[in-house]
C-alpha cells in the first residue's frame, strides 16, 4: 500500500517534510518492527535517497535505532528516547488511529480488525493500550510485523 497522497496530511504541515511525516508515521505508529530503508521508501512511495538521507538524520540525533545485518540497514523507533511517547502520540493524533490501523493491516490475511476495549468506548487515558482484534490467516509472528 502506498501511503504517499497528493496533499500533505496534518503531520507533514506540522513537520514541513512529507518525508518525515512518512517515516514517523511508519516507525512511531503502532507497529515496533524494524524496516529496512528500501521497505520504507516503498510504504512511503518517496524517493529513496531523501529517505534514507533522513533516516541517517534521526539516527544521528537518536530519534530511531539502526542495526546493520551485511549490506542492509534496518531501522526502528528508539522506545527509550524521551520524545518518543510524544511524537508517538503526535503520530496517530495527526494520522489517526483508523488510519493507521488501516494501513498497517492492509494486507493479505487480514479478513476483520477492530478496535475493542476504553479506545473503542472513548474512555481512554494516556496510559491506555490499544485492545485490537484481528480475524484471518495470519500468524501471530506474521501479523506482529504489521502491528505491534
Same mark, same amino acid.
Given at each position: 500500500m502506498n501511503g504517499k497522497t497528493d496533499q500533505p496530511g496534518? #503531520?507533514? $504541515? /506540522? &513537520? !514541513? !517534510?512529507? +518525508?518525515?511525516? @512518512?517515516?514517523? $508515521? &511508519? #516507525?512511531?505508529? #503502532?507497529s515496533e518492527s524494524e524496516f529496512h530503508s528500501r521497505e520504507i521508501q516503498r510504504r512511503s512511495g518517496l524517493a529513496f535517497g531523501? +529517505? $534514507?538521507? =533522513?533516516? %541517517? %538524520?534521526? @539516527?544521528q540525533i537518536g530519534l530511531v535505532k539502526a542495526r546493520r545485518a551485511g549490506n542492509r540497514v534496518y531501522y526502528r523507533a528508539d522506545r527509550g528516547h524521551p520524545l518518543y511517547k510524544d511524537i508517538h502520540s503526535l503520530v496517530l493524533k495527526t494520522a489517526g488511529l483508523a488510519e493507521v490501523l488501516k494501513r498497517s493491516l492492509s494486507v493479505d490475511g487480514v479478513q476483520v480488525a477492530f478496535v475493542f476495549g476504553s479506545v473503542a468506548q472513548g474512555k481512554e487515558?494516556? @496510559? !491506555?493500550? +490499544? =485492545? &485490537?482484534? +484481528? /480475524?484471518? =490467516? #495470519?500468524?501471530r509472528f506474521e501479523l506482529s510485523a504489521h502491528v505491534a
Amino acid at each position: 500500500m502506498n501511503g504517499k497522497t497528493d496533499q500533505p496530511g496534518p #503531520l507533514a $504541515r /506540522i &513537520l !514541513s !517534510s512529507q +518525508v518525515r511525516a @512518512e517515516v514517523f $508515521r &511508519l #516507525l512511531f505508529g #503502532l507497529s515496533e518492527s524494524e524496516f529496512h530503508s528500501r521497505e520504507i521508501q516503498r510504504r512511503s512511495g518517496l524517493a529513496f535517497g531523501t +529517505v $534514507r538521507q =533522513d533516516l %541517517k %538524520k534521526l @539516527e544521528q540525533i537518536g530519534l530511531v535505532k539502526a542495526r546493520r545485518a551485511g549490506n542492509r540497514v534496518y531501522y526502528r523507533a528508539d522506545r527509550g528516547h524521551p520524545l518518543y511517547k510524544d511524537i508517538h502520540s503526535l503520530v496517530l493524533k495527526t494520522a489517526g488511529l483508523a488510519e493507521v490501523l488501516k494501513r498497517s493491516l492492509s494486507v493479505d490475511g487480514v479478513q476483520v480488525a477492530f478496535v475493542f476495549g476504553s479506545v473503542a468506548q472513548g474512555k481512554e487515558g494516556a @496510559e !491506555s493500550d +490499544v =485492545d &485490537l482484534m +484481528v /480475524i484471518g =490467516d #495470519l500468524g501471530r509472528f506474521e501479523l506482529s510485523a504489521h502491528v505491534a
